[in-house]
């Protein structure tokens, strides 16, 4: 646990704070008004107003909370004095280091959330805070973070007053007052309803938001009864959770309203109860968050959804037709057309046999674009396993698996020292299966192809390069390698089914990668795999 910094001027602001006499005082009705007003305007369950003495934080005021004093060393309003010109928000105290240990996260108390704007006096010295907590992860509108800082503001010129002359109190209650109105003004413009409702079900306070909903005005509204605004029907759905909040429990619902002036709504309440000093619940603070516009993007999403099964369906039904019903005709014929080959070939005219074997290629090439045309198309339900690739191993695999093929072409397979990298073996090896045949198969006349392997790591990626020394891509070319069945050579002289490419760039995407090229015609082309790095790890 990070204990805080002591301040720079810590002896003068103890001795700013002693000398207003505040420390230990009674209950006092003003600071609990504007304690409550804090928890009305931030929606939370607990908020105190609390000064930082040598060794412990002592709260003047307390609204959902017994205790009277903590430790200083626990305190997270000690962390908050040190910026007296910020409000601190900590969304998450889990996940801020100076608290993620802090007994008051960690421990039965398992607070969440805090909010803390520093009471600093005229002369610039941070006694302590207004702040608001809460047992669940919360956000704060930049409206209520303003207003606890005017909060904060008010009960400093609050604690000077005890202090001053009956004049000069009278003219620091009125700016008080018109501080308090300000206050509330600005609890009025945020975005979500608020209303605090007394213990008699009547409503004591509404803000601006409220009143645009239900299309009423502050009169009509305060003073009358829930019973009285939502009528008997509404009533008797509330009236139950109302219940539980008074006894104690945060009761958190959606439902859909129908608004005077809103219209139907679909909305988040939030009842939490209000406590006096003892501990007795006064009253409940309501919030009422408009969330019409996320259920829209939920149906929106599950439209999306559907679409998208009805896709996956149809992939299915596709890669059926591709894996059973086109390769069986296409067997058929293969087959058939072998056992003319080996049976009757002898048999039939020159020409036949010619004719023969334009069946027999073609039977072969088709089934060839089948078996690669069907491996694309199932890269979409491929589950990526990521794991430690060793280079250097999948280069020597390369070497053996593709050993006929450099024999036939004369070529060679080489690679300097390969790291390890994070990817998915089996669509690794295939990638780079597919770029090394590639420079074996597109050697210049005359010239035998050399394939070079070599890796580097820049930018967060490892990159993966793939070079050789045969015919290159015109420019005009290189801009469509990678579309599907694209080809730049005859079949005559480059079988191929114009999808490793492409297989190629959607292995890569899978990744969170990409793959680039650059060709030079007549001197070679360089194809590089970019493969992220896992987080954390250095570029």
């Known amino acids: 646990m990070q204990t805080a910094p002591i301040p720079h001027n810590e002896e003068q602001r103890l ?7 505040i420390l230990d005082t009674l209950p006092q009705k003003a600071f609990d008004d504007l304690t409550a007003l804090a928890q009305v305007i931030c929606g939370m ?3 105190l107003i609390s000064f930082i003495d040598r060794d412990r934080q002592w709260f003047k005021s307390r609204v959902g909370t017994e205790v009277t004093d903590i430790p200083r060393e626990l305190a997270f309003c000690s962390h908050a004095i040190l910026e007296p010109d910020k409000v601190m928000v900590v969304e998450d105290l889990r996940l801020d280091p100076r608290f993620l240990d802090n007994p008051l996260v960690t421990g039965p108390t398992s607070v969440r959330f805090y909010a803390g704007a520093p009471i600093i006096t005229h002369d610039g010295f941070a006694l302590g805070t207004v702040c608001v907590g809460d047992q669940m992860p919360r956000t704060l509108h930049s409206v ?7 909060l904060a503001s008010l009960v ?7 202090r001053m002359q009956r004049l000069e109190a009278v003219r620091n209650a009125r700016a008080a007052h018109e501080e308090h109105e300000e206050l509330i003004a600005m609890a009025a413009s945020g975005l979500d309803l608020h209303a605090y409702i007394d213990a008699d079900g009547v409503y004591r306070h509404v803000n601006q938001t409220f009143l645009n909903y239900v ?9 009358a009864t829930m019973k009285e605004r939502l009528g008997e029907v509404t009533y008797s759905l509330v009236g139950a959770r109302m219940e539980r909040v008074l006894a104690g429990e945060t009761v958190i619902y959606q439902r859909i309203s129908q608004f005077k002036a809103a219209g139907r709504r679909h909305m988040e309440i939030t009842l939490l109860p209000v406590r006096d000093p003892n501990g007795l619940v ?7 968050r408009d969330i019409q516009e996320l259920k829209n993007k939920e149906i929106q999403l599950g439209e999306t959804i559907a679409r998208l099964e009805k896709k996956t369906l149809e992939q299915e039904r596709f890669i059926h037709i591709l894996s059973h019903d086109l390769r069986e005709p296409v067997n058929a014929i293969n087959n058939f057309a072998s056992l003319l080959q080996d049976d009757h070939a002898h048999a039939l005219p020159t020409e036949a046999q010619r004719y023969l074997g334009f069946v027999r290629a073609g039977g072969q090439r088709l089934a060839r674009s089948l078996d690669d045309l069907l491996r694309y198309v199932r890269l979409d339900r491929h589950r990526l396993a990521r794991a430690p690739v060793d280079m250097a191993e999948l280069a020597r695999q390369l070497r053996d698996d593709l050993g006929a093929t450099l024999e036939q072409s004369q070529g060679s397979l080489e690679w300097e020292a390969l790291p390890t990298v994070q990817a998915d073996a089996p669509l690794l090896h295939l990638v780079l299966k597919h770029l090394v045949s590639n420079g074996l198969a597109f050697a210049r006349p005359g010239v035998a192809p050399v394939v070079r392997v070599r890796a580097t790591r820049e930018n967060g990626f490892d990159l993966i390069h793939v070079e ?7 420019d005009e070319h290189q801009a469509c390698v990678f579309d599907m069945f694209k080809r730049l050579h005859p079949r005559k002289t480059h079988p191929g089914t114009g999808l490793g490419l492409s297989t190629c760039r959607r292995i890569a995407a899978l990744h969170g990668g990409h793959v680039s090229m650059t060709s030079t015609p007549g001197v070679g082309s360089r194809f590089t795999l970019h493969l992220p790095l896992p987080h954390g790890t250095p570029s």
């Open 15 to 21: 001795d700013r704070l002693r000398g207003l006499c």
């Open 45 to 47: 369950p607990v908020a």
């Open 144 to 150: 209520q973070i303003c207003a606890l800082g005017r």
């Open 156 to 162: 400093a010129t609050l604690v000077e007053h005890q």
């Open 215 to 223: 299309g009423a005005t502050r009169d009509e509204v305060i003073g």
């Open 282 to 288: 006064t009253g409940v603070v309501m919030r009422g």
């Open 468 to 474: 050789d020394n045969g015919l290159g891509i015109a």
